[in-house]
């Protein structure tokens, strides 16, 4: 991670489209979108309604399997989107992810385009 004191994010995020599922307390049905970036700590979820700031989130990324992340959202964009934080995984979910993230700053590394989940 660089010193610059302007990015407070823990892990680079990588330009990477994943399906989500959404689960809010408020929302009787997931909510299916897809990120725009994502890393170990946190996503950016491109969106037209976003989610206030602080609203806590159930997420379901599909990967080469599917994690299961308790996460909030720190930033809202209206009509863009909302940056969340990841509060919560268990162990074998952020091995899953982080074996994903590698695999895809790999691929973007040797001149593919982003890369996507199935």
Not at 3 to 32: F, L, M
Not at 66 to 95: H, S, W, Y
Request: charge should be negative; hydrophobic fraction near 40%.
């Amino acid at each position: 991670m660089s010193n610059n004191s302007n990015n407070r994010r823990q892990h680079a995020r990588i330009k990477v489209s994943v399906p989500v599922e959404i689960q809010t307390d408020a929302s009787g049905s997931p909510i299916r979108g897809a990120t725009a970036d994502l890393s170990l700590s946190g996503c950016y979820i491109e969106t037209i309604f976003p989610f206030p700031i602080g609203a806590n989130l159930d997420l379901r990324l599909s990967i080469e399997t599917t994690v299961l992340i308790a996460a909030n959202v720190v930033t809202c964009d209206p009509q863009v989107g909302n940056g969340i934080r990841f509060i919560r995984m268990l162990a074998e979910d952020r091995k899953a992810l982080e074996a994903f993230l590698e695999t895809a700053e790999q691929a973007q590394g040797s001149g593919s385009q982003a890369l996507s989940a199935p």
